[in-house]
């Protein structure tokens, strides 16, 4: 079975301060990747998804960009945070139409 | 683009009692999922639902995915405060193969179960 590992688990950062957070998958070879950022505890919205190592797709312009730098890493990145960036951000995995969600990363930016 | 109308957005109830949540768009989808959603964790899947007109039971969630594939409901019976929670569903939209997996979300409904 699939295992995804976000990572940290909280972060506090100034604004215009940079960003990396971290995602990495277990148990599966060639995922589709994507990142979500959820407000408020309500719905996701998709931010970048991946089909394979270096290919990245934007769904939203904004300050965020996206890596794949190895098949089970994804990586969000900001060369500077703003303070509309705050949220909750989950990394999932696609298997068979479905995805599998790991266990986020809650940002606050002061 | 496809929308997902999620209805209601808030339910407040007590414990024993029903309740549906509705989940609605003017697309078909090849296949829709329902999600249930801790504060400060990631969204889990209870569901996933492709054929229409199906009905799956989950202990005591009933789902069922609309004849068209264009709407789905949960139903919980004799709600418990362990039920409560965000729920999502999701659909997926498979458009000849370049739809890379993508899913749309509604926007949620926020259940409280009060003992």
């Known amino acids: 079975s699939q295992t995804i590992h976000q990572w940290p688990a909280t972060l506090v950062q100034p604004v215009g301060s940079p960003l990396s957070l971290e995602c990495t998958v277990e148990?599966?070879?060639?995922?589709?990747l994507y990142w979500y950022r959820q407000a408020a505890g309500r719905g996701l919205q998709l931010l970048f998804y991946?089909?394979?190592?270096?290919?990245i797709s934007s769904e939203v312009p904004q300050n965020l960009s996206a890596s794949r730098p190895q098949d089970r890493q994804f990586i969000l990145s900001s060369k500077k945070l703003l303070l509309s960036d705050s949220g909750f951000y989950l990394c999932?995995?696609?298997?068979?139409?479905?995805?599998?969600f790991g266990p986020g990363t809650r940002l606050l930016v002061l | 683009t496809q929308l997902l109308e999620q209805s209601p957005q808030f339910l407040s109830i007590q414990e024993g009692e029903n309740l549906t949540v509705y989940c609605n768009s003017s697309s078909v989808f090849s296949s829709l999922q329902w999600y249930r959603q801790e504060p400060g964790e990631g969204p889990v899947l209870l569901v996933t639902v492709v054929t229409g007109g199906e009905v799956k039971k989950l202990k005591r969630l009933t789902f069922q995915f609309g004849d068209a594939r264009k709407d789905s409901s949960l139903h919980i019976t004799a709600a418990q405060p362990g039920d409560t929670g965000l729920y999502l569903c999701?659909?997926?939209?498979?458009?000849?193969?370049?739809?890379?997996?993508?899913?749309?979300f509604g926007q949620g409904t926020i259940l409280t179960v009060h003992p």
């Open positions: 991946s089909v394979g190592i270096g290919q």
């Open positions: 999932a995995l696609g298997y068979q139409e479905t995805q599998y």
């Open positions: 999701a659909g997926s939209f498979n458009a000849g193969g370049t739809s890379y997996g993508k899913l749309t």
């Open positions: 148990g599966t070879s060639n995922p589709n």
